[in-house]
């Protein structure tokens, strides 16, 4: 009997215990307030694609990082798409920066998709890979 319970005692202490730090971890997760990336313009991979246009194309552009998320992205054109202001013919959404470790080059990536939904209804994507 006091060997069931010894048993018994022991797993319901290490549950508590994986479950007291799995949540401390939690906790430190959704406290951190500090950025992971710096705010400023960076050179970024972007792979453009319009459905109703049929083209996909890829280009290096320069794109603005403002609290880990792209929020300027700056066309070859010299045009600049932005999220931080309402604009009448567009709408920008997405940005937000997901960051990986690729094992292949060993180096951290910033990636991030945004979406430009024009007043015409027309989408496009940008898939965002920041160099």
Do not use: C, P, R
């Not at 960076?42 to 794109?63: D, F, G, I, R």
């Not at 990986?100 to 898939?127: P, Q």
């Amino acid at each position: 009997m006091s060997f069931a319970f010894f048993v018994m005692a022991s797993i319901v202490f290490n549950e508590a215990w994986s479950i007291e730090n799995t949540s401390k971890e939690l906790e430190l997760l959704v406290e951190k307030s500090e950025n992971i990336m710096n705010d400023g313009w960076y050179t970024a991979k972007v792979t453009y694609s319009n459905h109703q246009k049929l083209s996909k194309t890829t280009s290096k552009l320069k794109v603005q990082v403002q609290n880990d998320k792209v929020i300027k992205i700056q066309l070859t054109n010299g045009k600049i798409l932005e999220a931080t202001k309402e604009h009448s013919d567009y709408y920008y959404s997405g940005g937000v920066l997901n960051f990986e470790f690729d094992l292949h080059i060993k180096e951290k990536l910033a990636k991030t998709a945004v979406k430009i939904k024009e007043e015409n209804g027309n989408l496009s994507f940008y898939d965002i890979a920041i160099l």
